[in-house]
């Protein structure tokens, strides 16, 4: 009696104490002159900035989903940390905010300090490219709940804008729709991509396609003029670019006018997967789309569809 310690149980503290150690530099590297207090307290603090009028914070949470079983069985990392801070920044920049600050949750069965260090490199690159800064985070070593070398993660994110900026309103029927190309599937999808994938050789060029970073579009965002944003996440175009539009209005999409990824043809052929499947489950190539006026759009915009007003239930129709 007596002899039993946790790590017997599965939990290996000094594990934990060597990964804080990897990452204390990279989240570091990402404070800017709010961080109050980060590393190794029980909560980060954040002074907010000045010069907002109306200032109101806005905030977001998502994960990667199971593209970490892709990056775990190809054994590449670095660029889960970048998808996962880089899928929350394009949440909130939708509404025009500013990121602040990003906070992350990883839990695994075993802990690896090296995994992990990657993962938030990655996390530190994508908040420096950002401005934002990583303020903090929980690491969670769960034996039972997940298979030894598995993984999952989720970020949080907080950002600030104006009042006044933050509404759809300001959208008509005429209004154009200007896209902006995706990578490949960024952080969706990849349940139906992995079935598809499944038993067939994770090759380099199939590798590189399933995991191309999912983009930023902070500083497209920052330049373009818009009247409301669409990130098209989980459910496509025709679940998210309904989003960005106010009630009795509606979408139509030319697909004719871009390419898709030439991943998303290799799915649809190695799946035999249907065309209303695609486009209600990937981006198709559009990782935003942008509700734009007629008279501002730029000369070298991809031009992808307009506003219309709603004519039946369907919010977007693509032909």
């Not at 980060?44 to 892709?70: I, M, N, R």
């Not at 600050?101 to 990883?106: M, V």
């Not at 569809?305 to 004519?311: K, L, P």
Request: proline share 5%; charged share 20%; glycine share 12%.
């Amino acid at each position: 009696m007596g002899d039993l310690r946790y790590i017997d149980a599965g939990v290996d503290i000094d594990a934990g104490n060597r990964a804080v150690r990897l990452i204390k530099q990279a989240v570091s590297s990402t404070h800017t002159d709010g961080v109050l207090a980060g590393l190794g307290r029980f909560s980060g603090a954040f002074a907010l900035p000045a010069g907002y009028k109306e200032p109101v914070l806005l905030s977001s949470t998502d994960s990667v989903g199971t593209k970490v079983k892709v990056a775990i069985a190809v054994n590449r990392h670095h660029g889960i940390g970048v998808d996962l801070v880089n899928h929350c920044v394009n949440d909130i920049i939708t509404s025009g905010a500013e990121p602040l600050f990003f906070l992350d949750y990883f839990a695994t069965g075993k802990l690896d300090p090296a995994v992990f260090a990657q993962l938030i490199e990655g996390m530190a690159q994508a908040c420096r490219d950002a401005g934002c800064a990583l303020l903090g985070g929980e690491t969670a070593e769960m034996p039972g709940v997940y298979a030894l070398g598995d993984y999952d993660l989720a970020g949080f994110i907080v950002g600030m804008v104006e009042e006044r900026h933050h509404t759809n309103d300001a959208v008509r029927a005429g209004d154009v729709l200007v896209a902006l190309r995706s990578s490949g599937l960024h952080t969706n999808g990849y349940s139906l991509a992995r079935k598809v994938f499944e038993g067939v050789p994770l090759t380099d060029d199939i590798a590189a396609a399933l995991m191309a970073p999912h983009l930023s579009y902070l500083d497209d965002m920052r330049r373009l003029p818009w009247k409301a944003a669409a990130h098209i996440t989980g459910g496509g175009i025709l679940g998210n670019l309904p989003r960005a539009l106010p009630e009795g209005l509606a979408a139509t999409i030319d697909k004719a006018a871009w390419k898709p990824n030439p991943i998303f043809g290799e799915i649809r052929r190695r799946g035999r997967v249907s065309d209303d499947e695609m486009w209600g489950t990937f981006n198709m190539g559009l990782g935003m789309i942008l509700v734009t006026g007629p008279k501002d759009v730029p000369k070298d915009a991809l031009v992808v569809g307009e506003v219309v007003q709603q004519s039946g239930p369907e919010r977007v129709e693509i032909s």
